[in-house]
């Protein structure tokens, strides 16, 4: 219980703190405020370590005990030693046998994984237009006028595509985008202040509640 009560004065008082410096102009608080920072910062680099041997940790149990797809934990800790040996051994990331690396084995990686994507947007696109309702009538309408106004084909078959497809992108669709941002917006403040007052504490320590029988 006073481990509790402890870390939950501590993280109210680190993150007012924090928060003050950008209200308030204070020489004592902007120091303050830039240590807790910069101690944050060795700590999430603390955390980064202990990912990373949890990972040998739970990949090498699944090599030992030859669990199912150990051999891709194989690939995947071969990887890994590989990657931070040549990034010590040359001088970080910014090196040419890191850059190579990133050049031809992760970038095409990435192609890769993008590329098929392609496949779950054009099912989606399949499921979405299924006109159900008004709103799903409307959805396809604005969806097949902002496609014809993108291709070539649409400014040929009628010069006024691309012009609404502007209108579509630069008011209905940016107002609803901003309304969205504005709602993560506000739920992000929400659950800040939440764990700001102490009502919600990520950083306690929770136990499963003893039933007795």
């Keep these: 219980m006073v481990s509790r009560i402890l870390s939950t004065v501590v993280a ?7 928060l003050a410096n950008f209200f308030f102009y204070s020489d004592p608080i902007g120091a303050l405020s830039l240590y807790l920072v910069r101690t944050a910062s060795v700590v999430a680099a603390f955390a980064l370590v202990l990912g990373g ?15 199912k797809g150990w051999g891709y934990s194989m690939v995947l800790l071969g990887a890994l030693l590989f990657t931070l040996g040549v990034g010590f051994l ?49 959805f396809v309408v604005f969806g097949l ?13 009628w010069d006024q595509f691309p012009v609404i497809k ?14 969205i ?13 939440r764990v700001l007052l102490g009502i919600d504490r990520p950083y306690a320590d929770r136990r499963p509640p003893t039933t007795d029988r």
């Design 90 to 138: 040359t001088g970080g990331p910014a090196s040419i046998p890191m850059q190579n690396i990133f050049e031809t084995v992760l970038f095409p990686l990435e192609a890769t994984l993008f590329s098929l994507l392609a496949f779950f947007v054009v099912t989606a696109a399949y499921r979405a237009f299924r006109v159900k309702s008004f709103e799903t009538g409307l």
């Design 12 to 18: 109210m008082t680190a993150g007012l703190l924090v």
């Design 145 to 157: 006028i902002v496609l014809l106004g993108q291709v070539p084909v649409g400014a040929m078959l």
């Design 166 to 179: 502007d209108w579509v992108l630069d008011v209905p669709a940016m107002a609803g985008a901003r309304g």
């Design 181 to 193: 941002l504005l709602g993560v917006a506000l739920g992000t403040a929400a659950t800040g202040l």
């Design 53 to 67: 041997v949890n990972v040998l940790t739970v990949h090498l149990n699944k090599i030992y005990s030859r669990d």
